[in-house]
């Protein structure tokens, strides 16, 4: 299994994590579910730093053979993620029980605050 991790620094963009979040709610996420080999996909933000990223978890390298579903945030943000890496997943814990702050009523919790947990 392989784990690819991006993301943008917005500071470049007109885009915020709010306007990025509010694509996902309009739809943006639906088509990554049609993705072979793809196990998770996890859009992911940090408020405080402006930065906007993805985790995508794969049964094995992406399939060079499958078209993916558009790169909304590259499109929205005007420019390629300032970081990308991949990984080899070692283990796996499973425990999620949300969808996510872009689909919750409430604003997100800073990282410090979650830290201190």
Known sequence: ?????????????HQTVESLEKDLRDG?????HE????????????????RWGAVMWWDSDVPADQQLPPNRAAE?????????ASFDVAAVAEGIDSLG????????V???ALERR
């Open 1 to 13: 299994m392989r784990v690819d991790i991006v993301w943008w620094d917005l500071a470049r963009s």
């Open 28 to 32: 943006s996420v639906e088509p990554w």
């Open 35 to 50: 993705v072979k080999g793809l196990r998770l996909k996890l859009w992911i933000a940090d408020r405080e730093r402006g």
């Open 76 to 84: 929205m943000i005007g420019y390629a993620p300032d970081h990308r």
């Open 101 to 108: 702050l872009a689909f919750s009523a409430g604003p997100s």
């Open 110 to 112: 800073p990282a410090q």
